[in-house]
């Protein structure tokens, strides 16, 4: 478990990083959202405080309009369905190119090929070799590399039980850089691997998960010098921009490099355009939140390997 930091009378310029979102993929609108004025709150449950990375809170706020919309399960086919639209909205922002330019050279393992968008930007100037476990967004993902011609390979395996094929290919590519972009996925994975919290939080917890297997072996080989993490939040309007940066590093490293032996040298934010998106996300309170409104944006954290 992670311990929430929260902010005391005494210290009330702490947390002040802002408050971020996180796909919730048991469940999905059939219809586009609606904008909801008041969403309310899901009731609160225990589960494992966050890390600061990308929900703030193990108590998720989800917005649905479930009076007027009709829920469906997200499994791996609808999931692919609904990213690949919403993939294609970013990629219409420009958001996997930016990212790209963010990105080290030198061979990348990217965790997660999604639909491949991202896999064409990386690919553009460097190797890559990307894993995904779901079969459609693997699916979509090579049509696109074959159309593109990109230099990139797509291998098919569950990030937290790596087949060995899939682990001797990471040895043979020897990666210098890994990237997880907006780490999620669909119901059945979550169901596998966090079923033991309430499904407003599943989407949390199985992020987590993915963010603790790729700093480590096998994933995170001896050849890795960077890894870049990009998620989803926002920031409180009015607080400086480098403070809510230097407050967002030091989470990352406390809860997720550090131990890992990297250390973030780079946190860049992007603007995050919602509009026209029909992927629902759910939003996580964060106590820990200077009050204020709040911007969305896509966050980007860049870490490289400390020296021994």
Not at 34 to 45: D, F
């Amino acid at each position: 478990m992670h311990p929430a930091r929260l902010s005391s009378p005494l210290q009330p310029a702490n947390s002040l990083s802002g408050r971020s979102y996180c796909p919730v993929a048991p469940l999905a609108l059939a219809d586009p959202l609606e904008t909801i004025e008041n969403p309310g709150q899901m009731p609160a449950t225990a589960g494992k405080p966050d890390k600061v990375v990308s929900c703030f809170s193990a108590k998720v706020q989800v917005m649905l309009d479930t009076g007027r919309e009709m829920l469906v399960r997200m499994d791996p086919k609808n999931y692919a369905e609904h990213w690949e639209k919403e993939s294609t909205l970013y990629e219409s922002q420009g958001v996997y190119q930016r990212l790209s330019a963010i990105t080290p050279d030198g061979n990348v393992l990217e965790i997660g090929a999604g639909v491949g968008l991202a896999t064409v930007a990386l690919a553009a100037t460097r190797a890559v070799l990307a894993l995904d476990s779901n079969l459609d967004l693997a699916e979509k993902a090579r049509s696109r590399i074959r159309s593109s011609g990109a230099k990139a390979e797509i291998v098919i395996t569950d990030f937290l039980a790596p087949s060995t094929e899939a682990v001797e290919r990471i040895k043979e590519f020897a990666p210098a850089v890994i990237v997880g972009w907006f780490l999620g996925s669909n119901a059945d994975d979550q169901e596998k691997y966090a079923a033991d919290v309430p499904w407003d939080e599943r989407s949390k917890k199985y992020r987590e998960h993915i963010e603790d297997a790729l700093m480590a072996p096998p994933l995170c080989q001896p050849s890795v010098e960077w890894v870049h993490l990009v998620g989803r939040g926002g920031r409180v309007l009015g607080i400086p921009e480098e403070e809510a940066k230097q407050e967002q590093a030091e989470d990352y490293n406390q809860y997720v490099f550090h131990p890992n032996g990297f250390e973030v040298v780079d946190v860049q934010y992007l603007d995050w355009d919602r509009q026209g998106s029909s992927f629902h996300y759910g939003e996580a309170p964060n106590p820990n939140l200077a009050p204020g409104q709040t911007n969305s944006l896509i966050m980007s954290f860049l870490a490289k390997r400390r020296a021994a």
